[in-house]
């Protein structure tokens, strides 16, 4: 049983590029989540999404866009990089919509140079 | 909406000592609390949660916690550490009937020998 996988691990973008992280978890969790972690500011949601075809924001989701069009797959993608951008992403899936447990996928390193 | 405050960035103790690291929270709605712990290089697990019944919530792992309503507390006690129990220890609270799980920003505890 993989749990929540991310892809890349680690990334380096220049400023003003796009991407896309990848999370997929194999657990057929309703809910899952990003969060991006920054020293002295623990982890701060950026979207989040109960189900296929739903999504809403999170505390900072300015320059962050996510789609859900299946279960398994949660992708967020990165509009025009800046250096602020530059955090550790970490993807989170529950059961249930009121995600009691969240497991978390090992983290996406990002630097915007 | 909900917030978190994790007293202490950084506790230092050495081995077979008691440790307690400070958690309070802000809602104005009943909340279901967790701590979640980081190792390095690594993504975030559930360490306990208090979703209702006893206010005393215990671990695995040795850790307990308590909600304290009164005071809008939930500390993590230990009462003997290990070397292994060096980690980053996350502070999470998630208002009854919502979909945002909000982090505080992390104590960093460090087990001496």
């Known amino acids: 049983n993989a749990g929540v996988t991310q892809t890349p691990k680690f990334q380096v973008l220049k400023t003003g590029q796009s991407m896309t992280l990848q999370c997929a978890q194999d657990?057929?969790?309703?809910?899952m989540s990003w969060y991006r972690q920054d020293p002295g500011m623990g982890l701060r949601l950026i979207h989040y999404?109960?189900?296929?075809?739903?999504?809403d924001q999170g505390e900072v989701p300015n320059g962050y866009n996510v789609s859900r069009s299946t279960t398994e797959d949660f992708p967020l993608r990165l509009l025009s990089a800046a250096p602020s951008r530059t955090s550790v992403y970490f993807c989170?899936?529950?059961?249930?919509?009121?995600?009691?447990?969240?497991?978390f996928g090992s983290g996406t390193q990002l630097s915007v140079l | 909406a909900q917030s978190v405050t994790q007293l202490d960035s950084q506790v230092p103790v050495f081995e077979e000592a008691p440790v307690e690291l400070r958690c309070n929270y802000s809602?104005?709605?009943?909340?279901?609390l967790f701590w979640y712990v980081q190792y390095p290089n690594q993504g975030l697990q559930l360490l306990l949660k208090?979703?209702?019944?006893?206010?005393l919530v215990e671990s695995i792992n040795g850790f307990e916690a308590e909600f304290n309503k009164s005071q809008t507390s939930f500390h993590l006690r230990k009462p003997s550490v290990h070397i292994s129990d060096t980690a980053e220890y996350f502070c999470?609270?998630?208002?009854?009937?919502?979909?945002?799980?909000?982090f505080g920003a992390g104590t960093r505890l460090f087990v001496k020998a």
């Open positions: 809602s104005s709605v009943s909340v279901y």
């Open positions: 208090y979703l209702s019944g006893s206010t």
């Open positions: 657990m057929n969790h309703e809910y």
């Open positions: 989170a899936s529950s059961y249930r919509q009121v995600n009691e447990k969240l497991f």
């Open positions: 999470a609270v998630l208002n009854t009937g919502g979909f945002k799980t909000i």
């Open positions: 999404s109960v189900g296929a075809g739903i999504t």
